[in-house]
């Protein structure tokens, strides 16, 4: 790719505000490693006949299916090597997918509408994670202490509500939930504080609710919390939170390897649901959750097929709430299966 079109790129990436679950990868780990130990290379023998792809996510729960699926060799049987590498955040993953750096990333799905709003090459290759269609236990919601006043969306109208980035996941999916119950969703005061210290922050009064995801929404609660909004279950049901997309120039130029990750991940993802025990092992290690975290953190849903129905209700909520400028084109986000 041209040097203009990376410089073009990286500028366009600099107005995206990061997604609800990049501020995670720091916080999860606790650590600033590039890479996810042993990731580098398949476990299976004869790597010299898979074909190695770098993959860029964030260190959170969500993506337990493709540690998962490495170990049980899955993606090797589909002939691929991962060099899984660790993103220090979000930020760092669209132009690294974008430059060719690397063949796939993981993003939640706001920032991929805003980034393609941008102009900027991204095709959609497979799901991410979804809702798990449960209000009050749902991996991503609005936790309040109990004494705060606030018993349903519409009573945050008023209140501070941190949130890990502004104009971006948050704002757009508290705001529909809070039309819905309704409340004024334009009086609404978002604060940005980074999710490992939103505990903190509403232990201290400092903000009055906050939008949280997995380890943090459990730590919430454990301190007293309670969850006052699930916003991704009032967009829609089986919402999907995220995506594995890649550029436009990876899709063509390897699409081969595009459709062997494809098939891995719709295994991988069968695997993760149907073991539960092994994925509350797993995240002890990337994600370096405690072991009494991880008995306790909600468990993702893993759909193989993008909700293009939620996915348009997103994008609408989107636009109308000036997120992204333009009516989002859902099939043009989209690669062909």
């Not at 410089?7 to 996810?36: D, H, M």
């Not at 594995?244 to 081969?256: I, P, R, V, Y």
């Amino acid at each position: 790719m041209q040097n203009n079109s990376q410089a073009f790129t990286r500028r366009a990436f600099g107005a995206i505000s990061l997604s609800a679950v990049s501020a995670v990868a720091l916080a999860a780990c606790g650590q600033g490693s590039p890479s996810a130990p042993g990731s580098s290379a398949s476990s299976a023998s004869g790597s010299a006949n898979l074909t190695k792809i770098t993959l860029g996510v964030l260190p959170i729960t969500d993506v337990a299916p493709i540690y998962l699926g490495q170990k049980q060799g899955i993606f090797a049987k589909h002939g691929l090597e991962l060099d899984i590498q660790i993103a220090q955040g979000g930020a760092a993953i669209l132009p690294a997918v974008t430059t060719g750096e690397y063949v796939i990333g993981y993003s939640n799905v706001v920032s991929l509408l805003i980034a393609q709003d941008k102009g900027l090459p991204i095709k959609v290759v497979h799901n991410g994670s979804s809702s798990t269609n449960k209000a009050g236990a749902d991996v991503t919601e609005v936790a309040a202490k109990a004494d705060k006043g606030i018993a349903s969306p519409k009573d945050l109208v008023g209140k501070k509500i941190a949130v890990n980035a502004l104009n971006n996941f948050a704002d757009i999916t508290i705001r529909n939930a809070v039309k819905k119950d309704g409340g004024d969703p334009t009086k609404l005061s978002f604060v940005e504080i980074p999710y490992p210290q939103m505990p903190a922050a509403i232990d201290r009064g400092d903000v009055d609710a906050a939008w949280t995801t997995e380890p943090f929404r459990t730590q919430i609660l454990e301190a007293g919390g309670k969850i006052v909004a699930s916003p991704m279950t009032d967009m829609a049901q089986n919402f999907d939170s995220a995506f594995f997309f890649t550029s436009q120039q990876s899709l063509t130029d390897k699409a081969d390897v595009i459709t062997k990750f494809r098939a891995a991940l719709d295994e991988s993802f069968d695997y993760a649901n149907a073991n539960e025990a092994a994925f509350r092992e797993i995240i002890q290690d990337y994600a370096k959750v405690t072991p009494e975290l991880a008995k306790k953190v909600v468990m993702s849903k893993w759909n193989k097929k993008v909700n293009q129905d939620a996915l348009k209700t997103l994008g609408a909520a989107a636009k109308e709430f000036g997120v992204i400028s333009n009516e989002p084109n859902i099939a043009g986000l989209l690669a062909e299966s």
